[in-house]
């Protein structure tokens, strides 16, 4: 058994490392009640008599448990990250919106699951947020008040530098007559997703505004929910170039659109 780690994954431990400095780090398979074989990072652990180094991922060491090094045989994973904002366990990249997965080589699917149809093509181009940004942005939606994307039931699947992706969860209210997801429930979806991409460049909250969106309908979306890509293009001083694409649950590509953000200064503290 040997073990590759994706550029994303690396990242995400180096985060990691940094956040729980200087507690070491270890990888283990084959650990604990849940999830046998799927990798989970550890600080301050103490290996087992039966696991052995696999492989490190940059300065931390891989472990893997007997029957995991079994059922892999000579064949090589790889462990890669995807978003989780609700994750939770005892992995340390939890904490964070993460969950390390393991992957075939060559593939973008994790080992065991069926073949899908991407509905995030794009996240990949764009690396993970810095830890505290990642962590502030994972709280967007999960507000006091009920704002209006909450109201119709957009979720935040995942921020990245310059890119998010959301979800519209389908229900029939959001239908117009047709039987046909609303292009104005589209259109909501398609503005709010481009937020944490434009707000991912700042350490600071900072007001911004839409200017302009032009928004092309390609496909419809009946009876599922409705995915969209927002990523930036282009940043000027206080403009900002998005281009986000919508698809179906299924993976149709329904929509695309370009929009336009002003980004304002920094609110000044309240001053007596």
């Keep these: ?33 849940c999830e046998g074989t799927a990798p989970h990072l550890f600080a301050n652990h103490r290996v087992g ?15 893997a448990d007997e029957h995991v090094r079994a059922l892999h045989g000579a064949r090589t994973v790889v462990i890669d990250v995807e978003a989780d904002p609700l994750a939770d366990g005892f992995s340390a990249e ?13 593939h973008s699917q994790p080992v065991g699951y069926p ?7 794009n996240a990949e181009r764009f690396p993970p947020l810095p830890a505290a940004r990642a962590a502030r942005w994972l709280q967007f939606g999960k507000w006091d008040v009920t704002y209006f994307p909450s109201f119709v039931g957009i979720e935040l699947e995942e ?7 959301m ?20 259109a909501t979806l398609i503005d709010t997703v481009v937020v944490p991409a434009v707000g991912s460049a700042y350490d600071e ?3 911004f505004f839409t200017v302009a969106m032009q928004v092309q309908y ?37 929509a695309t659109a370009s929009i336009i953000y002003h980004v304002s200064q920094p609110r000044e503290p309240a001053t007596r």
Excluded at 115 to 121: E, G, K, L, Q, W
Aim: with cysteine; proline share 9%; glycine share 10%.
């Design 115 to 121: 073949p899908r149809v991407s509905v995030a093509p």
């Design 218 to 254: 390609l496909e419809r979306i009946a009876g599922e929910d409705a995915i969209a890509e927002g990523w930036v293009e282009r940043r000027g001083r206080a403009t900002v170039f998005c281009r986000v694409e919508v698809r179906s649950a299924t993976g149709t590509l329904a």
């Design 167 to 186: 979800r519209l969860r389908w229900r029939p209210e959001l239908d117009q007559p047709a039987g046909v997801v609303h292009g104005g429930a589209i």
């Design 49 to 63: 008599p039966t696991q052995r180094e696999v492989g490190h991922a940059g300065d931390v060491p891989v472990f």
């Design 159 to 165: 921020a990245r530098t310059d890119y998010a992706r």
């Design 94 to 106: 939890t904490a964070f919106g993460w969950r390390f997965v393991v992957r075939a080589p060559g």
């Design 1 to 33: 058994m040997r073990v590759d780690f994706t550029p994303a994954a690396l990242a995400v431990v180096r985060e990691v490392a940094a956040a729980r400095a200087p507690a070491p780090l270890v990888f283990v398979f084959g650990s604990g009640c």
């Design 205 to 207: 909250p900072r007001p």
